[in-house]
């Protein structure tokens, strides 16, 4: 789970926008870029590689 302090200073790290928590899948939902960034033990990975497109 993703605390509300640190996904306001989240951002996505292709186009620098708002994140979404998808609290079902555990990801980091970026709607511009279309982009679902994993979480692994509490831990966002934010890396473009890493993320999946949806």
Do not use: T, V, W
């Not at 789970?1 to 200073?9: A, D, Q, R, V």
């Amino acid at each position: 789970m993703i605390s509300k302090e640190l996904l306001e200073i989240l951002a996505c790290p292709k186009c620098k926008g708002d994140l979404i928590y998808d609290q079902e899948n555990d990801k980091l939902i970026c709607e511009s870029c279309r982009l679902k960034y994993p979480i692994k033990d509490d831990i966002p990975i934010m890396l473009i590689d890493e993320a999946e497109k949806y």
